[in-house]
């Protein structure tokens, strides 16, 4: 499912970010993916999606 339809970011691109890459919050995702950083429609799911993932490790 695409969470950030600016810069085309799937829900498990960002879980794959925060597992693999050790993102561990916003200003991290957008350091790699760029995630929020235009429009920020995508922001508050984004945060949704790395808690859950944080949650689940
Ligand atoms: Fe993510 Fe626009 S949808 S910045």
Redesign the pocket.
């Known amino acids: 499912m695409y ?5 085309g ?1 799937t829900d498990s691109a960002i879980r794959h970010a925060v597992e693999e890459k050790g993102v561990g919050n916003l200003r991290e995702l957008r350091e790699h993916l ?10 508050q799911m ?1 945060q949704q999606i790395i808690d859950s993932t944080i949650i689940d490790e």
């Open positions: 969470i950030c339809m600016c810069f970011i760029n995630v929020g950083s235009q429009c920020g429609k995508c922001i984004a």
